[in-house]
């Protein structure tokens, strides 16, 4: 799976890096997941950024959620119908596609009851490490941002839990990502790991599937090697009215 957050009305050419890997598995008959987070996203992920997101109201949320689920059906099955032009073999089994909003099932999420269930399992040292929470701090220390916000911190944790759901509950086993999501990917198979060794029973012989796995893309960078996308303000938007 990949997720994608609804910070704007429409994906960019960055976010199709690691869609093309999802549509490389899709083409040869697996199922794949994208998420949109709705949830998410009115945290805001500080990976490759200085500062804090600006706020959006719920309605322009909403709205960036719905448009942004067609532009990931189109690419899909204009991939599908790309590959099949290009094949001899027209009886390729590609996968299915699914899309899931992360606000379906954060929504019934309650504060106390995720601590509780969750909060041990969750280790600060690793947090604190985490490259998105380490160049925040840098920067602060330096005095060029107004500093790393609780909600931007906690980011990792609704990413990582995201995965443990998928992959608990959808069978979903690798989360495909730019290499700025390292650290939040490799924070989802930790929290699985433990979520499923609490018992003393190894990963393998207690799920009898593989994974957790993770998968990270190079960013598209300008010449100067700044990163393509809508934290710097130089995004190429898949809406063409957008640029």
């Known amino acids: 799976y990949c997720g994608v957050d609804p910070t704007a009305r429409s994906i960019h050419l960055g976010n199709l890096v690691p869609m093309m890997i999802l549509l490389h598995f899709y083409v040869r008959g697996h199922d794949i997941v994208n998420i949109i987070g709705g949830a998410t996203g009115q945290v805001g992920d500080p990976s490759g950024r200085t500062t804090a997101r600006n ?68 280790r600060i040292q690793q947090m604190l490490s985490r490259d998105s929470v380490t160049s925040r701090l840098s920067a602060t220390s330096n005095s060029k941002t107004d500093g790393l916000g609780f909600n931007e911190f906690t980011y990792q944790i609704l990413q990582a839990y995201d995965f443990y759901h998928l992959y608990s509950k959808e069978d979903v086993n690798v989360q495909v990502g730019g290499n700025d999501q390292w650290g939040n990917i490799v924070a989802g198979i930790d929290l699985i790991q433990r979520l499923s060794s609490k018992d003393n029973v190894p990963l393998a012989e207690k799920d009898k599937k593989l994974g957790p796995y993770g998968i990270t893309v190079p960013l598209l960078t300008t010449a100067n090697g700044t990163k393509f996308g809508k934290s710097a303000g130089n995004a190429i938007f898949i809406d063409p009215k957008m640029n």
Not at 58 to 71: A, D, K, S, Y
Not at 73 to 95: H, I, M, P, V, W
């Open 55 to 122: 706020e959006m109201i719920q309605q322009e949320r909403i709205n960036n959620v719905n448009n942004i689920n067609l532009q990931l059906k189109r690419f899909f099955q204009n991939g599908k119908a790309y590959y099949l032009r290009k094949q001899s073999d027209q009886s390729t089994e590609f996968g299915t596609h699914f899309i899931r909003n992360n606000l379906d099932w954060w929504k019934d999420v309650k504060m106390l009851d995720f601590l509780a269930n969750y909060g041990k399992h969750i």
